[in-house]
């Protein structure tokens, strides 16, 4: 008897594959029934990774087939669809054409596609997989079979995540998918970047200043991903910043070598560690003359290649993180 229910039960599997009215569906086709993860997914950076103005000005200056592997997979064997909804549902859900979920299927699920259960999707090593990755080695990336990994991290979100107090027991889904949020905020999204970071700045001598920028509840380096993401303290003579002081930058600086490239100052907030909980770093800014009276700062999230900069729309450039008056030190007292 089992057996036949066994056979039966394939015949089914089999008939429901046939005339499945979503053969490799597209991103509609699973937001037709699933609306609350088709929105927030489709204002998401993922959705945008193949056409996004950073994006496509980096790639147009090298178009290269590597760099689809992560910003469209599945581009290469789906065509123009597939290219222009990058990390799409289909990258995360489907196997073939089985749905992976994160939790067992209920009922309701598999009388409407094949689901089956994966575990991975709830851990970091998921994330890893496009999130943690090297410099390739100067060789040719319109190949991307032919990729050789440099030994030096572009990306070290995934190792950062691993050497912090999150790891194991919070993986990137806590933060980055809140109540099972698709909308994936992260550097661009003002409240989340704002919330995260403090700032001090405090003149130290008349020709000193210190920035101090401490992280809260971040579970990887700050900034982390690209090394072009950096953070810029701007200390200014007046409050529309027209005259720039001087400035700081925190941020990873990589320098090309003949194979690859080679990190040459890392000036970023570490991830928090069960010894410092609460990472800062502190920047020492030297002025040339005393501070004036009326002196300002702000701290900027810069997103892109400086090279890149005049060409992209400024929401695609910076983002203002903080801003302050400063005090001048309290004179000597004679
Ligand atoms: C970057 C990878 C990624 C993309 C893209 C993605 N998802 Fe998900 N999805 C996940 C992960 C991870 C979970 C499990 C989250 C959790 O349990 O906290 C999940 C969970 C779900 C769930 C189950 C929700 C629940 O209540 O258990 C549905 C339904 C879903 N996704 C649909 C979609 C649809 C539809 C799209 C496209 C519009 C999409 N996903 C795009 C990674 C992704
Ligand atoms: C015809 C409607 C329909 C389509 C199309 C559809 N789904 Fe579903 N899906 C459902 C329903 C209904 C559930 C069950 C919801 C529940 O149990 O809460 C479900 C459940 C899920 C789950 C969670 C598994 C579970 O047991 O709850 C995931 C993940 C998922 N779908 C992903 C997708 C993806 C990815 C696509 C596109 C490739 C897709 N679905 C297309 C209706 C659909
Ligand atoms: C404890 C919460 C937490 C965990 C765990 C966490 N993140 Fe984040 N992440 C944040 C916050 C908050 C921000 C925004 C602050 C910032 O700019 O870094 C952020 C920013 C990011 C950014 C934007 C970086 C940029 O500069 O554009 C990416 C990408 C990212 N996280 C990916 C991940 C991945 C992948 C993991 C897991 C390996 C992970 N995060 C784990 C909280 C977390
Ligand atoms: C198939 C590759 C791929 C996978 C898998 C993937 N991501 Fe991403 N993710 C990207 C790419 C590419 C971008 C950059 C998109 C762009 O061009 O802005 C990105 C951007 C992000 C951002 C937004 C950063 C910003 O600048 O605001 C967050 C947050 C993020 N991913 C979190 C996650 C988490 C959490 C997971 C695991 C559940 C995950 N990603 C899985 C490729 C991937
Ligand atoms: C192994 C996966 C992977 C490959 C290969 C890859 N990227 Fe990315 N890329 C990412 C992830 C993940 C992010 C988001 C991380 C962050 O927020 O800093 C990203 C972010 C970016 C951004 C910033 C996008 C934004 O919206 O701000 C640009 C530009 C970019 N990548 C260009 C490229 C180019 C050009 C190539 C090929 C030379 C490439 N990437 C190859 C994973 C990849």
Redo the contacts with the bound molecule.
């Keep these: 008897m089992g057996k036949k229910g066994g056979l039966s039960r394939t015949l089914v599997v089999v008939a429901v594959l046939l005339v499945s009215p979503w053969a490799y569906p597209a991103g509609e086709d699973c937001g037709s029934c699933h609306s609350r993860e088709q929105h927030a997914w489709a204002a ?3 959705a ?3 056409l ?1 103005p ?2 496509r000005t980096a790639f147009e200056a090298g178009p290269r087939a590597w760099c689809l592997t ?2 469209a ?1 599945l581009s290469a064997t789906q065509g123009a669809k597939a290219l222009a909804e ?2 799409s549902c289909e ?2 859900h489907l196997r073939g054409r089985t749905v992976l979920s994160a939790r067992a299927p209920t009922a309701e699920a598999l009388s409407l596609h094949p689901v089956v259960e994966e575990p991975r ?1 709830r851990t ?1 090593d ?2 890893a ?3 943690q990755f090297d410099v390739p080695l100067r060789a040719p990336m319109e190949h991307a079979d032919r990729i050789v990994p440099s030994g030096l991290p572009a990306q070290d979100t995934f190792s950062e995540w691993r050497a912090s107090s999150f790891a194991p027991s919070t993986p ?2 806590d ?3 809140p109540a099972g949020s698709h909308a ?6 003002a409240t989340l970047v704002r919330k995260a970071l403090e700032v001090e700045v405090r003149a130290d001598g008349a020709t000193r200043v210190l920035a101090t920028v401490r992280s809260r509840g971040v579970g990887h380096a700050v900034p982390t ?1 690209d090394p072009f ?1 950096r953070l810029r303290l701007l200390l200014c003579a007046d409050v529309e910043c027209t005259r720039v002081l001087g400035s700081a930058v925190f941020a990873r600086g990589l320098e090309p070598t003949a194979r690859a490239y080679r990190v040459v100052q890392d000036t970023r907030i570490p991830p928090p560690t069960l010894q410092a909980p609460s990472p800062s770093r502190t920047l020492e800014i030297p002025l040339a003359a005393p501070l004036p009276p009326g002196a300002t700062w702000r701290l900027v999230r810069h ?1 892109a290649d400086p090279r890149h900069e005049p060409r992209l729309p400024p929401g695609e450039v910076s983002l203002e993180v903080a801003r302050g008056t400063l005090s001048l030190p309290a004179q000597p007292t004679p």
């Design positions: 998401s950076r993922h945008q990774a193949s996004n950073t994006f992560c910003h997979p990058g990390v990258v995360c999707l970091s998921f994330c997989r496009c999130h990137c889904q933060c980055h998918m994936f905020a992260g550097g661009h999204d991903g993401r997103h």
